[in-house]
């Protein structure tokens, strides 16, 4: 498949896409007429292994030789038909460099209408997946555990980078998925386990701990890949209280989900409450913020339309009860706190959904707050030279013929993962004076000339520093 170009960025530029995630079930007779219509190999392979499509007999063997075709048939990947015309069983999901058997992203596509999706379906290599996959801080470390691991994405991610990797799964087709995939890709480190969270593990810790758990707050448990109660945190409240207990001295534990919100809870409170005392440092990352009725209407489903409104209605109503304004599509990062660097902080930002490997800028994000919050960074600032990390894109929020409003935001230009960080009107005149790199006493003379004082300047470099814009050598 590497030979005719069947991975992650190839299939999207083929299909007309900016990033694979852009992906859309309704979209597949445009991609098949707009994009495929070459048929060449890899148009052949997205269509069987991707889109879920059929092919001739003739097309068939173009992808695939007799010998593969047989292969794949007693794997019972591919069924062909007696016209010899030929449909994948599963779906072969590209990421990175890397492929991913699963079960099909669209089961209503060879279902009868109105049947229920299988309970024990393994998920797709979905949107959520891809996130994960790109944002995980990839240090090479002694072991890794993947929680809620499905096809096993994330746990065969880090056995490219930790010496001993272990899955687990409470639904024993996806542990049977992730051996499949571990045994198709030669994956020599990973043990998979069917079981319950961390109890297949017994008190083992690990350095590096992923989970994609099933979070969205639902009515109704249809789909175990993806309820997780009407609170959403059946499964991801547990993974996150047994950190304490299985994150390992140093280690990094990342999480993909869903997190309801309102006014008076925070995602970061609500998730610090799961942590209870646990002394672990909590980075949330914003990438979606779905008004609840939004969520809802995106979540209803039904044969007809008065079935869609009563189940849109349901939806709203288990948001409404939980007390969920919105709900927040985030990355939580945890790390152990170290008491050299005073309590566990928790810190917000939100960033645009990765498009590619991003891992070292959550790292960065971790050093940096770690090394703020120790004191003698504030006592060596005055010997520091300043400057932009890369060019800084404003979105701006201008009142007509006004000034410029407190909600002016800004972000790195070129970065896998664009964090926007809010500025305010003194952050921006740094950001223009720090065009050049600039030493803290010029920067003193350009405050002065300006009327700002010399803790109002510290104050703004240390935030910019913070936000990840400038550096400071
Ligand atoms: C959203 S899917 C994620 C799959 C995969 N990690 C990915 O990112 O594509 C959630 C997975 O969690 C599993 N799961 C649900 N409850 C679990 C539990 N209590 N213990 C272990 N796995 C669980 C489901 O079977 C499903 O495979």
């Given at each position: 498949?590497?030979?005719?170009?069947?991975?992650e960025?190839?299939?999207?530029?083929?299909l007309?896409?900016?990033?694979?995630?852009?992906?859309q079930?309704?979209a597949?007779?445009?991609?098949?007429?707009?994009?495929?219509?070459?048929?060449?190999?890899?148009d052949l392979?997205?269509?069987?292994?991707?889109?879920?499509g059929?092919?001739?007999?003739?097309?068939?063997?173009?992808?695939?030789?007799e010998?593969e075709?047989?292969?794949?048939?007693?794997a019972?990947?591919?069924?062909v038909?007696?016209?010899g015309?030929?449909r994948?069983?599963v779906?072969?999901?590209?990421?990175?460099n890397?492929?991913?058997?699963?079960?099909?992203?669209w089961?209503?596509?060879?279902q009868?209408?109105g049947?229920?999706?299988p309970?024990?379906?393994?998920m797709?290599?979905g949107?959520?997946s891809?996130?994960?996959?790109?944002?995980?801080?990839?240090?090479?470390?002694?072991?890794?555990?993947d929680l809620c691991?499905?096809s096993?994405i994330?746990?065969l991610?880090a056995?490219?980078h930790v010496?001993?990797?272990?899955?687990?799964?409470?639904?024993?087709r996806?542990?049977q998925?992730?051996?499949?995939?571990?045994?198709?890709?030669?994956?020599?480190?990973l043990?998979?386990k069917?079981?319950?969270?961390?109890?297949?593990?017994?008190?083992?810790?690990?350095?590096l701990i992923?989970?994609?758990?099933?979070f969205?707050?639902?009515p109704?448990n249809?789909?175990?890949?993806?309820?997780g109660?009407?609170?959403?945190?059946?499964v991801q409240r547990?993974?996150?209280?047994?950190?304490?207990?299985h994150?390992a001295p140093?280690?990094v534990a990342?999480i993909?989900?869903?997190v309801?919100?309102?006014?008076?809870i925070?995602?970061?409170d609500r998730?610090?409450?799961?942590?209870r005392d646990?002394?672990?440092n909590?980075?949330?990352?914003?990438?979606?913020?779905f008004?609840?009725?939004?969520?809802?209407?995106?979540?209803?489903?039904?044969?007809?339309?008065?079935?869609?409104?009563?189940?849109v209605?349901d939806?709203?109503?288990?948001?409404r009860?939980?007390?969920y304004?919105?709900?927040?599509?985030?990355l939580?990062?945890?790390?152990?706190?170290?008491?050299?660097?005073?309590?566990?902080w928790?810190?917000?930002?939100e960033?645009?959904?990765?498009?590619?490997?991003c891992?070292?800028i959550?790292?960065?994000?971790?050093?940096?707050?770690?090394?703020i919050?120790?004191?003698?960074?504030?006592a060596?600032?005055?010997?520091?030279?300043?400057?932009r990390?890369?060019?800084?894109?404003?979105n701006?929020?201008?009142v007509?013929g006004?000034?410029l409003t407190q909600?002016?935001k800004?972000?790195?230009?070129?970065?896998?993962?664009?964090?926007e960080?809010?500025?305010?009107?003194?952050?921006?005149?740094?950001?223009?004076?720090?065009?050049?790199?600039?030493d803290y006493t010029?920067?003193?003379?350009?405050?002065?000339?300006?009327?700002l004082?010399?803790?109002?300047?510290?104050?703004?470099?240390?935030?910019?520093y913070r936000k990840r814009?400038?550096e400071?050598?």
């Open positions: 498949m590497d030979t005719i170009g069947y991975n960025s190839n299939v999207a530029v083929r007309g896409l900016s990033d694979i995630n852009d992906l079930m309704r597949l007779p445009i991609y098949r007429k707009e994009n495929l219509y070459r048929r060449e190999e890899v392979a997205i269509d069987l292994f991707l889109l879920q059929e092919l001739t007999s003739s097309e068939l063997y173009r992808l695939l030789s010998k075709q047989q292969l794949l048939k007693q019972e990947v591919l069924s038909d007696e016209n015309s030929g994948a069983t779906s072969l999901y590209p990421s990175g890397r492929l991913f058997f699963s079960d099909h992203a089961p209503q596509l060879s009868a209408p049947t229920a999706v309970w024990g379906q393994v797709f290599v949107t959520d891809r996130w994960l996959a790109r944002s995980t801080i990839r240090t090479p470390v002694a072991n890794a555990l691991t499905g096993g994330h746990a991610l056995a490219t010496k001993q990797a272990v899955a687990v799964d409470i639904n024993p996806a542990a998925c992730t051996l499949f995939n571990a045994l198709a890709s030669g994956c020599k480190n043990e998979v069917t079981g319950d969270l961390y109890d297949p593990v017994g008190d083992e810790k690990f350095d992923t989970a994609n758990p099933p969205v707050p639902s109704v249809t789909l175990a890949y993806r309820d109660g009407p609170s959403g945190e059946d547990r993974i996150v209280a047994g950190l304490q207990k994150l140093g280690g990342q993909i989900t869903e309801g919100e309102s006014n008076e925070s995602v970061a998730v610090r409450g799961w942590l646990a002394p672990i909590l980075h949330v990352l914003k990438f979606r913020i008004p609840a009725a939004v969520y809802a209407i995106g979540h209803g489903a039904g044969d007809n339309f008065n079935e869609l409104l009563e189940s209605d939806w709203a109503s288990n948001l009860q939980q007390g304004s919105r709900v927040v599509a985030v939580l990062t945890f790390q152990w706190s170290d008491s050299v660097n005073g309590s566990p928790n810190r917000t930002d960033a645009y959904p990765p498009r590619d490997n891992g070292d959550i790292s960065k994000i971790f050093d940096i707050e770690n090394k919050s120790s004191h003698r960074f504030q060596e600032l005055e010997s520091k030279k300043f400057s990390i890369a060019p800084v894109i404003l701006e929020n201008r007509l006004g000034n909600v002016s800004g972000f790195l230009s070129k970065q896998p993962l664009s964090v960080y809010s500025l305010d009107p003194i952050e921006l005149d740094l950001l223009a004076a720090l065009e050049q790199t600039v010029t920067l003193l003379s350009v405050a002065s000339n300006i009327g004082s010399v803790s109002v300047l510290k104050n703004s470099l240390m935030s910019l814009l400038i400071a050598q």
